[in-house]
């Protein structure tokens, strides 16, 4: 058995006895998901420009959500990680709905999805508001397919991670991956590419 399987296997078991009621498994899972929780915040933060929260930040704010999730029957790795992704994604989004708040508040001009397609410049701060917005809509249209960016963008799941999750096949995530891609690069436009947002392997 590879040390990475090995890993995975002993994350599944702790999370399994967390579900259960042991509180002493949540102190031996963090370090093992602690340096992949840094790395996909990290990855997540540095796609928007002039952010100012933190990478440690993120990962603190979506720890403390993660040991609320009381009601969660977790099932394996993937499904932490999914719930992490979900966390994440409604920490950046609060985040930057509250930033354009207070920039109205200053008289600015309140960017919609529709003024994001005539967007100019990349800074914009409207980047996760606009990028939600668009998730949601594919959502109503797509469930999976919206799960399935959500899963690979704000988790940094694998298409085999994703596919284990959701209980399809790897060709069936990858072709929805790059049908969810071009729906949404349609839905943003080209500035800013829908490249910025969702570019990760595979």
Do not use: C
């Not at 999976?144 to 596919?163: M, N, P, Y």
């Amino acid at each position: 058995m590879s040390s990475s399987t090995a890993k995975t296997e002993e994350i599944t078991s702790l999370l399994i006895e967390w579900a259960e009621g042991e509180p002493a498994a949540l102190e031996k899972l963090m370090p093992l998901v602690y340096g992949e929780l840094r790395a996909i915040a990290r990855a997540r933060l540095k796609r928007e420009p002039g952010q100012t929260l933190e990478t440690t930040d993120l990962v603190h704010e979506a720890y403390l959500k993660l040991v609320n999730q009381t009601r969660v029957r977790w099932q394996n790795r993937g499904h932490f990680y999914a719930i992490a992704s979900q966390a994440m994604r409604r920490i950046l989004v609060d985040r930057a709905r509250a930033r354009n708040r207070n920039k109205r508040g200053a008289g600015a001009r309140h960017e919609s999805l529709s003024a994001a397609k005539d967007a100019t410049s990349a800074q914009s701060l409207f980047d996760f508001v606009v990028f939600d917005e668009a998730l949601n809509r594919l959502a109503d249209i797509d469930q999976r397919k919206a799960q399935i960016v959500e899963l690979r963008f704000f988790g940094g799941l694998s298409v085999e991670e994703t596919a284990e999750f959701l209980k399809v096949s790897p060709i069936t995530v990858a072709r929805d991956w790059k049908m969810a891609k071009a729906w949404l690069h349609k839905q943003i436009g080209t500035e800013p590419s829908i490249q910025q947002y969702i570019q990760t392997k595979g």
